[in-house]
């Protein structure tokens, strides 16, 4: 380049050369923290802002309800609620739901209910509708409604089926005990659970011949009660034959206890495969629980004697979904804001829905003789 000529733009500032004054460090400006005492709540206020003054009265309810002081919490609830402006939603449904948690753990069921409807047709994004559920979770399984339970699970499956440890609450419930088969074999007049009006019979369990009774639904298949009708078998018939009756009822249990294995083993299968999915990204703690529970869904795989050929089929049925490169996104998504029947359509409506979508590939090789849903039942006077 030849002297004296200059590329556009790439003089020097004679600033850039010039010193600048050194700057003198200064202490930093104090920190006015807030220092809050236990139970500060519980003091006088002199704020004249009534939603400071619920929310102090909030956090009274709330220490009282983690005391198990269920009918101070209640009553801490209920004033706010009576308070409470009707522009603060999200205020007024936690206290909401606190209200029905303490109803339910005071007996008071249908109250408890009544709130948890109320809030669900007021569910405006998935969020919502995952709190309602839980909510109605915990109500059912306070008077252990075990049907009803089995439902709540299955639709908060239905919303959120990467979560691994609602499908192994929903496993725990195919599991769990309920009331006494006798109950069902009652042949005495008025007591009897088999009826030809109702169609029904009560919920029971099942021996699963592992030491565990397994649950299975209480609704009893029209068709089945009509080929009693149809037979010409009732209900004074049957009970001048007791052996029938324990017969077909022999049938049954061994029908829906094979059933109920399969969905609770199956169920265990999937709570294992996604915790595996998501064990790489844990430490810790969270990684622990992983691993603990990982040993425990194993443990009770085992204790329901299933050949190998068919935990494998259940496998490959239950992880079918499973594919780490396309669920990634799925299990970081964000919340849904729609409208309540948009809402009402992201979940199941009842357990056969559920049910035929998770387990329907796998009735056929477990149930050979057919699910009670489909069989028909023969009692002979």
Excluded at 176 to 202: E, F, H, Y
């Amino acid at each position: 380049m030849e002297a004296g000529c200059w590329v556009l733009g790439g003089e020097f500032e004679d600033s850039v050369f010039e010193q600048r004054p050194e700057r003198r460090p200064e202490p930093p400006a104090l920190h006015g923290a807030k220092l809050c005492e236990p139970q500060w709540f519980y003091g006088e206020t002199e704020s004249s802002d009534d939603t400071e003054v619920l929310t102090l009265k909030k956090f009274r309810g709330d220490l009282a309800y983690r005391r198990q002081e269920y009918e101070k919490a209640l009553q801490e609830y209920s004033s706010i609620s009576e308070q409470l402006p009707s522009t603060n939603f999200a205020m007024k449904r936690d206290v909401q739901e606190g209200q029905a948690r303490c109803l339910a753990h005071l007996g008071r069921h249908e109250e408890a209910l009544e709130i948890a409807a109320n809030l669900e047709t007021k569910a405006t994004n998935t969020d919502h509708l995952t709190t309602v559920l839980y909510l109605h979770l915990a109500i059912f399984s306070s008077f252990q409604n075990l049907e009803k339970t089995i439902l709540c699970l299955q639709k908060l499956i239905s919303l959120h089926p990467l979560n691994p440890w609602s499908w192994w609450k929903l496993a725990e419930a195919y599991l769990s005990p309920g009331p006494d088969l006798s109950a069902l074999c009652t042949s005495s007049r008025g007591q009897t659970s088999v009826t030809s009006s109702n169609k029904a019979i009560s919920s029971s369990v099942v021996h699963s011949g592992t030491g565990h009774l397994l649950y299975f639904p209480a609704t009893l298949p029209e068709n089945a009660v009509l080929s009693m009708e149809a037979s010409g078998c009732n209900i004074q018939k049957a009970e001048k034959a007791p052996k029938n009756m324990q017969s077909c009822l022999a049938k049954w249990r061994e029908e829906a206890g094979m059933e109920a294995r399969m969905k609770a083993c199956a169920s265990l299968i999937r709570t294992r495969l996604l915790l595996q999915l998501t064990q790489s990204q844990q430490t810790s703690f969270a990684l622990e629980r992983n691993l603990r529970t990982q040993q425990e869904v194993a443990e009770k795989v085992k204790a329901l004697n299933f050949p190998e050929g068919a935990l494998l089929l259940m496998e490959e049925a239950m992880g079918e979904d499973i594919v780490p490169e396309k669920i990634k996104d799925e299990m970081h998504s964000e919340v849904k804001c729609v409208g309540p029947a948009a809402l009402t359509a992201l979940v199941i409506s009842s357990s056969k829905e559920f049910e035929d979508k998770w387990f329907g590939k796998l009735k056929g090789h477990f149930c050979p003789l057919e699910n009670q849903f489909h069989m028909e039942i023969q009692i002979t006077a």
